[in-house]
T-cell receptor, first 113, second 115 residues
Framework: GNSVTQMEGPVTLSEEAFLTINCTYT??????LFWYVQYPGEGLQLLLK?????DKGSNKGFEATYRKETTSFHLEKGSVQVSDSAVYFC????????????FGTGTRLLVSP | DVKVTQSSRYLVKRTGEKVFLECVQD?????MFWYRQDPGLGLRLIYF???????EKGDIPEGYSVSREKKERFSLILESASTNQTSMYLC??????????????FGPGTRLTVL
């Protein structure tokens, strides 16, 4: 079946450091890929997405590229801020009308001043 | 501002009680979802609905049921709560897409504790 694997956290960084959170997936066909973010005390919100191979999703300085050859969708940001501290979830959708998402386990990011 | 609201942020119930978790969305979305979130396990889909009165089992439906009598409202029911159902419950909604690439909008979650 479909699955998503992402690196365990927490990831602890100083402000302005470079961020990478790894995500790999297993799926049949051509899924859409997503990063969702959960700030403390809130529900998840979409950060970015990519719907086909070599697409790059970007938002708020975060980027991720859909790499079909390595089945990966790693999240990157060049300079993190304290306000980026949150839990980040990688997810895939198997491109059906039902919009079912399969999530990774989440990676907590802690950014210190 | 689009919204998904959940009836309670925190809930404490006793083992064996019947528990209702309510979710309302104001975006006229056809699809609605219930997930539970547990540390180290991420989000797991319990049930989803793609239309009024329609429901489909997700990955972990055992011990749960759902009701969707109106388009904007999707209820999760724990028929007889057990301690292993202590968790964070998240509701979400989305519009349908043939590519499965539409955003899901999430509520703030209900943290349920079963004693």
């Amino acid at each position: 079946g479909n699955s998503v694997t992402q690196m365990e956290g927490p990831v602890t960084l100083s402000e302005e450091a470079f961020l990478t959170i790894n995500c790999t997936y297993t799926a049949t066909g051509y899924p859409s890929l997503f990063w969702y973010v959960q700030y403390p005390g809130e529900g998840l919100q979409l950060l970015l997405k990519a719907t086909k191979a070599d697409d790059k999703g970007s938002n708020k300085g975060f980027e991720a590229t859909y790499r079909k050859e390595t089945t990966s969708f790693h999240l990157e940001k060049g300079s993190v801020q304290v306000s980026d501290s949150a839990v980040y979830f990688c997810a895939l959708s198997a491109n059906t009308g039902f919009q079912k998402l399969v999530f990774g386990t989440g990676t907590r990011l802690l950014v210190s001043p | 501002d689009v919204k998904v609201t959940q009836s309670s942020r925190y809930l404490v119930k006793r083992t064996g009680e019947k528990v209702f978790l309510e979710c309302v969305q104001d975006m006229d979305h056809e699809n609605m979802f219930w997930y539970r979130q547990d540390p180290g396990l991420g989000l797991r889909l319990i049930y989803f609905s793609y239309d009024v009165k329609m429901k489909e089992k997700g990955d972990i439906p055992e011990g749960y049921s759902v009701s969707r009598e109106k388009k904007e409202r999707f209820s999760l029911i724990l028929e007889s709560a057990s301690t292993n159902q202590t968790s964070m419950y998240l509701c979400a909604s989305s519009s349908p897409s043939g590519r499965g690439d539409n955003e899901q909008f999430f509520g703030p979650g209900t943290r349920l504790t079963v004693l």
